[in-house]
């Protein structure tokens, strides 16, 4: 494939950021293969050579280009500046992104402050990792010197001084002065005077031994005694933070990304904006910053991280990006400019998910096949990669630390080993747990994990050895369903009639047996108590999908097993999940793994195991991580290599590599590690371990209620899924929808079933019909909630009709002859002042019906089990509202406020959308209504006349005087929405606005 620039420089020029290939050491800068950013957001290739310019004082080294976002007006551009290399695949090396680089394209100031902003940060983070320059950088484009480890810098030789420096008063740099000996020796040296200048200088200082004196021993202790909520810890101290969820991360340390304050936001932004969107900004960019700078992202530069092995295109000429699986293609939205204009070079696709390696040895005791597992390193969870190549020319394995207690094999009875695990998350219905539950309409599920499990050598040389590959598959029960945040037990609800959900569940599962062949459903969830009814809807619909056609509308039938887990392994006797393995080890033997053998796939995986619970995260940890212990054992024992990773103590690295991805994977759903995790990486549950998860339990549920919103809404933007104003909903409401199915679809579908349910005269036809926002009891204009209805229009009556959304049934609806409507006006409708979207007078309108009632007729037909007729009585619900133009006692009106044309949400191919704003929508409305009315009153007059008479006159002058007409009217004022609005409500918003927002 062609190669992708592995380390560049970004300097700001007066008009744009320049991205350079950076060259390797000792070579003169080249600009061949550069381009730039302008301040508009426009990429194309740099024209003119600037090696000569000095036009870039400040300049950032960064690895790679996330992509380029817009928010509001302003554009950003987020780059790679710090990365840990996680493993090695084929000799082609796996890094995680541990810190990115913000960088606003508005001017050349604002994007000079922010590199070097930038540049400052990741020193201060290499110092605090004892990394100085030389060893971070390695100066050469091979990766395979990239590599590094964190050292005591303190104890090596010092680094020579810097040849340049940059003057405090002009911002340019220029040579050393070699005469400051003190400065240099304080500042820069390692040696006993930078011990010194540390304590005196740095921001650890004095209360780093302070800390210690007062019973602290670490930076780690300081962070829990500072945050509300910690989540992640240090490895040591001054180790680098591993983040786990944006919002739940402790701000105030230099081992994050430094917060993004409002000073750096580009001051002028051209355009029309939303108030709203601008004003989160500063959130909006310090949450971007901090999810790709989470440790959950992963790249490589020359492998396809987002297939599975024996997937990979060897030897292609093709770009990686198209060789990327777009299901787990994190960045191709914000790549998108890059991908446009052809710098295929500069576009790096990364995953979401999780990469983890482990070496190990199996040491062959005798001729019967009995071997012993030699763990390597017992202690640390990272792999040292340049020990598996130096070991692998002596054919044995070194302990990375030296430990005598674990010897390496003999070379010629020992066999070495590489397991590598691979987690890729997918980007259709991504988001946190509770806010993205089921599937879609388009069968696509949350929190949807494709796990990949690779048994090789250390040498990856398949004519040698044999290369085996094993997949899984997790994700929620594929049906419509949610469950509210604010409980600790939430109540499953439902949505939809079973034929929309049949229809959606088919589409997941055509998807996936056309990815992976057979599927075997495993279904952890209780069958009592509050799982239960999505656990048995779950199985119904897998029989009526095997009755219609199955998987593929071909016969090929859908394997499903209701495993529950909770009842099996109660009393913390997890070792039951056995039970399950018994059960679906027919499968597993059925579908195999992938073999590679010289290069070629000899024999590919058939089927994948699909594994859910509620949360698809700690049952679901448990289970797969059984499935890949009964695979591995079973790949080795076919090379005739016998392990037991159930009771082996010495083989615990197994677990915790299990464990490790099942922590990524629960912190990026859920925002904590997984639970249940003592058992995934013991194999031992203890008491200790339940009173961890009760804690983690605890935070899930701060995350839910508090963070989870605005993150949401953040990735749904940053995926494309999602236009900017959906900041602007979250303004008002501090949430962030859910569109599980496109409400265009939805509401069109909604017109369509009220049309056909209430239109019982065949010769009445359908002029048109809307869905509105409208008070939950007639004769009102405000009500305490307001929900969505449908209004529809004939030749002869008005219908309004009040449905069911869960079930897809028309609820309600009353018939209102076109004869009897005596009024129509339309104007402002503010109904809330608590968010400047609510009082926007544009965004903000309605319009008012009133009508006549006769005494004694019927008027609302309401469906409990059948639609049967409810006269209607003197409530209190149906007196009119305090208003000038109120109708008498015998008059009705029904009052509808406009739904926003456009949804926050992306619109889908097969969706057309409504046209204009709000203004012009309600205006719309009213005038067909008017029409159709004027219309319906003319034909009538017509029947009614008398030519030459004076009746023909009186006609003519009724229908002149009964003529409907449009009025300008507010239906509620800003101003009297202000008077309306209470104190208590205001506090309430305000305080939740000062948590959430």
Request: proline fraction near 5%; hydrophobic fraction near 35%.
């Amino acid at each position: 494939m062609p190669s992708l620039v592995r380390k560049l420089l970004i300097f700001a020029s007066v008009d744009g950021l320049v991205l350079q290939p950076a060259p390797p050491r000792n070579h003169p800068p080249t600009t061949q293969q550069a381009i730039k950013v302008d301040y508009q957001g426009h990429v194309g290739p740099l024209l003119r050579d600037r090696r000569q310019e000095d036009t870039a004082p400040d300049e950032l080294e960064v690895h790679g280009i996330i992509g380029l976002f817009k928010i509001a007006t302003s554009y950003f551009l987020l780059s790679i500046c710090d990365r840990e290399q996680v493993a090695q695949i084929g000799g082609k090396p796996v890094y995680k992104v541990t810190d990115v680089a913000l960088i606003p394209l508005s001017s050349q100031a604002d994007a000079d402050n922010a590199i070097v902003s930038a540049r400052d940060h990741v020193q201060r983070r290499r110092k605090a990792q004892g990394l100085g320059e030389d060893e971070y950088d390695s100066g050469s484009d091979d990766e395979d010197e990239d590599a590094y480890s964190v050292t005591d810098s303190l104890e090596e030789e010092p680094p020579a001084p810097p040849t340049e420096v940059k003057n405090p008063i002009t911002g340019r740099r220029g040579p050393a002065d070699r005469r400051t000996s003190v400065a240099e020796d304080v500042m820069q040296r390692k040696g006993i005077y930078g011990r010194f200048a540390d304590k005196w200088f740095s921001k650890k200082g004095w209360k780093t031994d302070k800390r210690r004196a007062q019973g602290m021993s670490s930076t780690q202790d300081l962070q829990k005694a500072m945050s509300h909520n910690v989540e992640s810890i240090l490895k040591d101290e001054g180790g680098p933070l591993r983040p786990s969820r944006p919002d739940t991360l402790p701000v105030e340390t230099e081992h994050l990304p430094e917060p993004v304050s409002p000073e750096e936001i580009p001051k002028a932004l051209a355009g029309d904006k939303d108030n709203a969107t601008i004003a989160l900004l500063p959130k909006i960019l310090r949450t971007a910053k901090m999810y790709f700078a989470s440790g959950n992202f992963f790249y490589s530069y020359d492998y396809d991280l987002s297939h599975d092995v024996g997937k990979q295109q060897r030897s292609s000429t093709v770009p990686l990006y198209k060789q990327f699986d777009p299901l787990f293609f994190w960045n191709e939205h914000l790549m998108a400019p890059f991908i446009e204009t052809g710098q295929y070079n500069f576009v790096l696709p990364v995953i979401q998910g999780f990469v983890g390696q482990r070496p190990f040895s199996i040491k062959v005791v005798d001729t019967k096949s009995n071997s012993v597992v030699i763990d390597p390193d017992a202690t640390s969870n990272d792999v040292e990669l340049q020990s598996i190549h130096q070991n692998n020319s002596t054919g044995s394995m070194a302990s990375t630390d030296g430990d005598a207690k674990t010897p390496p094999p003999e070379p010629s009875t020992g066999k070495d080993f590489l397991l590598t695990l691979i987690s890729r998350r997918s980007i259709k219905r991504a988001g946190l747990r509770y806010l993205r539950r089921g599937l879609d309409d388009e069968g696509s599920t949350a929190n949807s994990v494709e796990t990949e499990q690779i048994l090789s050598s250390p040498s990856w040389n398949t004519s040698q050895d044999k290369i085996f590959s094993f997949t899984q598959f997790r994700g929620s029960i594929p049906l419509f369903f949610s469950q509210s945040p604010y409980s600790l037990k939430p109540q499953v609800n439902t949505w939809g009639s079973t034929e929309t959900n049949a229809k959606a569940f088919k589409r997941h599962f055509a998807e996936l047996t056309a990815r992976y062949g057979s599927v075997y459903a495993a279904s952890l969830v209780d069958k009592h108590g509050t799982e239960s009814k999505i656990g048995s809807l779950y199985e119904q619909h897998a029989k009526i999908l095997n009755e219609h056609g199955g998987m593929d509308g071909k016969g090929k039938k859908l394997d499903f097993e209701w495993f529950d887990f909770h009842h099996v392994c109660r009393g913390m006797r997890f070792e039951n999940v056995s039970l399950l393995m018994d059960s679906i080890g027919h499968f597993l033997k059925a579908s195999s793994w992938t073999e590679i053998s010289n290069d070629q796939a000899k024999q590919v995986q058939s089927g994948v195991l699909r594994t859910n619970c509620m949360d698809c995260l700690d049952r679901t940890n448990v289970v797969q991580s059984a499935c890949a212990r009964i695979t591995l054992e079973a790949q080795l024992s076919a090379g005739d290599y016998s392990i037991d990773l159930q009771n082996d103590p010495s083989t615990s690295w197994f677990n915790t590599l299990w464990a490790d991805n099942g922590d990524a994977i629960s912190k990026q759903y859920a925002g904590t590690a997984a639970l249940k995790g003592d058992f995934t990486r013991t194999r031992k549950r203890q008491i200790a371990g339940a009173l961890t998860d009760f804690g983690l339990t605890l935070t899930r549920y701060y995350n839910n209620i508090v963070n989870d919103y605005f993150t949401q809404a953040v990735i749904d933007y940053l995926l494309g899924h999602a236009t900017d104003s959906i900041f602007a909903e979250f303004e008002a409401d501090m949430k962030s929808a859910d569109y599980f199915i496109d409400v265009r679809k939805v509401r069109q579908a909604a017109i369509d079933r009220s049309a056909g349910i209430v239109i019982e005269d065949k010769d009445e036809d359908l002029v048109a019909g809307w869905t509105l926002s409208v008070p939950t009891s007639a004769n009102h204009l405000k009500t305490a909630t307001f929900e969505e209805a449908v209004l529809l229009l004939t030749e002869k009556a008005l219908y309004f009709c009040r449905l069911d959304w869960e079930t897809e049934k028309v609820r309600e609806f009353e018939r209102i002859e076109l004869e009897t409507v005596e009024g129509l006006f339309r104007g402002v409708y503010v109904t809330s002042t608590l968010a400047s979207r609510h009082m926007d007078e544009q965004k903000n309108v309605g319009f008012v019906i009133r009508y006549r009632a006769e005494p004694g007729g019927e008027l609302v037909r309401r469906n409990t089990r059948s639609l049967e007729s409810v006269k209607n009585s003197a409530r209190d619900e149906d007196k009119p509202a305090s208003k000038s133009q109120a109708p008498q006692a015998t008059d009705r009106f029904l009052a509808f406020k406009a739904l926003p044309p456009r949804t926050s949400m992306q619109a889908s191919g097969d969706v057309v959308e409504s046209p204009g704003n709000e203004v012009e929508v309600v205006q719309g409305i009213c005038e067909e209504i008017a029409k159709v009315v004027n219309k319906t009153r003319a034909g009538e007059q017509v029947k009614c006349s008398i030519p030459g008479t004076e009746l023909e006159d009186k006609t003519e002058d009724e229908a002149q005087t009964k003529r409907l007409e449009v009025e300008y009217e507010d239906v509620i004022s800003l101003t009297d929405a202000k008077r309306s609005t209470g104190y208590v409500e205001t506090l309430a918003y305000s305080m939740k606005k000062l948590v959430w927002g």
